[in-house]
């Protein structure tokens, strides 16, 4: 059974001062997902994408965010390429309280030069 749906989009220009300031990324990211080479472009499309998902999870669960820390929420790359939605510490306690030790979380992210966008499914 679908628990919730959550969608975001943002703009990717927004993310240039935080590529340029590693104390925003370490606020907001996890260490799995923090890069650190690349042109400012692919960087700013790295984390406006990974944004997008910690929105729409929070969307999705219908708490907003509130009640976890960002950087518990991280998108990790499967074997295969495909990214993971993963959950720990705040997050993952508050998507077990709300949702069953069993919830399955699907994501779905995409960029195009100037928006990133991503969808996120809570399945119980």
């Not at 935080?18 to 650190?36: G, H, I, L, Y």
């Not at 965010?65 to 306690?93: C, S, V, W």
Request: charged share 25%.
């Amino acid at each position: 059974m679908i628990y919730g749906i959550g969608t975001d989009i943002t703009d990717v220009a927004r993310f240039s001062k935080w590529v340029k300031d590693p104390s925003m990324t370490a606020r907001f990211f996890n260490e799995r997902e923090v890069q650190r080479s690349g042109s400012e472009s692919f960087l700013c499309q790295h984390y406006a994408v990974r944004f997008a998902a910690k929105e729409a999870f929070s969307k999705a669960l219908g708490t907003g965010i509130t009640g976890f820390e960002l950087h518990d929420i991280y998108i990790e790359k499967n074997t295969e390429g495909k990214p993971e939605l993963r959950t720990q510490g705040t997050a993952a306690a508050l998507l077990e309280k709300r949702c069953g030790r069993n919830a399955k979380i699907y994501v779905s992210l995409s960029h195009e030069k100037e928006f990133a966008v991503a969808f996120v499914v809570i399945e119980v």
